[in-house]
């Protein structure tokens, strides 16, 4: 199965700036260790939400706003791609985002192929 | 003839439907099967006789049922040149030892990524063989919304990969106990009254003995709710809620009872001392007269330990009010928080009245209605109410019931 596995950050960025230089080293080390585990793809960092811009299209006309999409509570900081089994397989692996334990959630979204 | 028939259809529905899950790997089309096979079987049998194997009987017819689906819907399919590559369902010729695939049906119900309520319909629906209107009449939640419940569960198990297994070493424990939460759960629902919710728990808790004959809290679980289901015709009196002190337990169902406190004692053999095993060890104290509430206030004292649940030491309250009085309850009581649980109020209201301090038990009774919408609890309290209603301020109230031990 081909999962998209969605990190939202919540109040973790802002968490993680106030732990220890060790502790950072660590979140740092566990985001590589991700990235380096069997069945993911990464997709390139995201940077931050404030400085998103959305785009509808409304009637034909593109809309364009500041900001993250506003009709969800809070906005991605960050994906990746996991092949896994099932979805026991990829909650091992959301588990292990550094986010996910500091106030923040991995959201996992099957991936689907609507074509 | 019919009852002997519900019986088979009871017993093998979870199997049958299990294994073809198993086998096809499919939640819709395994019910759809299983169900027509069922439906033949309920035509064919009373005329005919019922098989000597009447579990390999239904599996292969509806296992045909599924195969001639599948070929239908693959002719359908060519027919409009969508044809993808389906596999052939491939059945173990020996259809008489099929593995019994429950516990793999279980966990993949109860599965954490499905919501709670999605668990126990679907845990009724597919090991319980409850329909889905006799789910949605027992979990009081219209037909409508329960069948589209089911359906977005099973669409859900099936494009998030929600595994059909039983879970590996390292999360065994933590699903387990998931799945036992479940059967709880169903337990209390019908705890209130709805007797076919308690017993179909019952039955799901021997059907987890059977299948984790050494696993104690699943044995824990099943002692607690038979010590509890057992005292279940003295709980209400004509529609009103009647307290464990005033229940006639001559009227207590004493082979429930006794099979309870064996399943306890295997428990207990088995090293079990977890969360069930004690709320068994507990409801069996109070299948006692009279009631060692000592036993009882350490019992939950060890539960509180385990669990840290403040409703817990609510409980705790009330065994240690009968032991050491009403005061030493109240103590523990008044830690508690809880402020918009009912019963911390009702509590509270009751263990005032006995101390005599009338005019706070009558505030708590009255903060305990207002946050109480059952019919019977609500009743049982303004009776409670009028009893004060001629009393005022304190004074030991005479008529208080004391624990006998």
């Not at chain 1, 397989?89 to 959201?107: C, D, L, S």
């Not at chain 2, 009279?290 to 330990?305: K, S, V």
Request: net charge negative; charged share 25%.
């Amino acid at each position: 199965m081909k999962y998209v596995m969605l990190i939202y950050q919540g109040p973790a960025l802002e968490r993680q700036s106030a732990l220890t230089e060790e502790e950072q080293k660590q979140v740092y080390a566990d985001y590589q260790g991700i990235n380096q585990t069997p069945g993911v793809t990464t997709v390139p960092p995201l940077g931050l939400a404030e400085n998103a811009t959305t785009v509808r299209v409304e009637g034909g006309k593109t809309l364009t706003t500041d900001g993250p999409f506003v009709g969800m509570k809070e906005a991605v900081g960050g994906l990746f791609i996991l092949e896994a089994d099932d979805i026991d397989g990829a909650i091992e692996v959301a588990a292990r985002v550094p986010a996910a334990r500091y106030g923040g959630a991995v959201e996992i979204r099957p991936s689907e192929v609507y074509w | 003839m019919v009852t002997a028939l519900d019986e088979i259809f009871r017993d093998e529905w979870g199997r049958v439907l299990a294994t073809l899950i198993g086998v096809l790997g499919d939640f819709d089309l395994a019910e759809d099967a299983a169900q027509e096979a069922f439906v033949i079987a309920a035509d064919h049998w009373p005329r005919d006789g019922v098989p000597t194997n009447p579990r390999a009987w239904l599996i292969r017819t509806a296992r045909n049922r599924a195969t001639d689906r599948i070929r239908r819907d693959r002719a359908f399919a060519a027919r409009l040149g969508l044809l993808v590559a389906a596999q052939e369902v491939e059945m173990p010729v020996d259809t008489t030892t099929f593995p019994d695939e429950r516990l793999e049906l279980i966990f993949t119900c109860c599965h954490p990524a499905l919501g709670i309520e999605a668990q126990v319909a679907l845990t009724l629906r597919t090991l319980g063989g409850l329909t889905t209107d006799e789910i949605a009449r027992a979990l009081l939640v219209p037909e409508r919304t329960m069948a589209q419940r089911l359906v977005r569960a099973k669409r859900k198990i099936k494009a998030a990969g929600i595994p059909f297994r039983i879970p590996p070493d390292h999360l065994l424990r933590e699903r387990l106990d998931a799945v036992l939460t479940i059967v709880y759960l169903i337990f209390n629902e019908g705890y209130g009254g709805r007797d076919e919710l308690a017993a179909e728990a019952i039955w799901l808790g021997r059907a987890l003995t059977e299948l984790l004959p050494d696993g104690p809290e699943v044995r824990g679980l099943l002692a607690m709710m038979l010590l509890h289901d057992s005292r279940r015709e003295t709980r209400f009196n004509d529609g009103e809620l009647v307290l464990l002190e005033d229940q006639d337990s001559s009227r207590w169902n004493t082979t429930q009872i006794a099979q309870g406190r064996a399943e306890l004692d295997q428990a207990i053999a088995l090293g079990g001392r977890g969360p069930y095993v004690l709320q068994a060890a507990i409801a069996s104290l109070h299948a006692e007269t009279p009631c060692d509430w000592a036993q009882i206030a350490a019992l939950y004292g060890e539960l509180t330990r385990l669990t840290a649940s403040p409703v817990v030491e609510l409980n705790r309250a009330i065994a240690v009010a009968e032991t050491e009085g009403p005061q030493a309850g109240l103590r523990i009581v008044d830690e508690l928080g809880l402020e918009d649980f009912r019963y911390l109020h009702s509590t509270r209201a009751e263990l005032l009245r006995r101390h005599g301090r009338t005019d706070e038990a009558r505030d708590a009774y009255r903060r305990a209605r207002e946050l109480t919408e059952d019919g019977a609890e609500r009743r049982f309290l303004e009776r409670r109410l009028t009893e004060l209603a001629n009393r005022t301020g304190s004074g030991s109230d005479p008529a208080a019931p004391e624990c006998e031990s």
